[in-house]
């Protein structure tokens, strides 16, 4: 009588464990890897002469729920690091505001000669994006951030 399967036998047999010796190295080489090619974004310096204050109040919100809004002398406009026109200002800042359950604390930056009208036209555009916290920034308050750190 013959033997089922001819009397040979296979010595391994197929695992079906996934091998997982390499998996730590593959970590921290993705971890490496993504350590070295992000780029974080530097506030560039912006040359203002600031506006003065007799008294002034530190706003108590994260740094990630203040929108700086710079405003320079000849009354270009910047969010952000990225310029932007007057009629822009609503229909960038409204959908940000929204989005942060209305927590976000709008932070106008301007030198001191800036024109009045440019302001004026600045919070109207504010206004028409429902934004109601919005502080100005000064020269008094400047200095209290440096004697902080």
Known sequence: MPIKGGG?????QASSKVPDSSMADIAFL????????????????VDLVWPQA?????????LKDILNIWIQ?????????RPYEMGEISAVVGPLYVSTDRALVISIRGDREVQYTTIDLLQKQLVAAGVVRVV??????QR???ERR
């Open 8 to 12: 040979f036998s296979r010595k391994s």
């Open 30 to 45: 993705l971890l490496i890897f993504f350590m070295v090619t992000t780029v974080f974004q530097k506030d560039r310096k």
């Open 54 to 62: 007799e008294a002034t109040q530190k706003i108590d919100a994260k």
């Open 73 to 81: 002398r000849d009354g270009s406009i910047f969010i952000n690091d």
């Open 136 to 141: 100005f920034a000064t020269e008094l308050e």
């Open 144 to 146: 209290m951030a440096r």
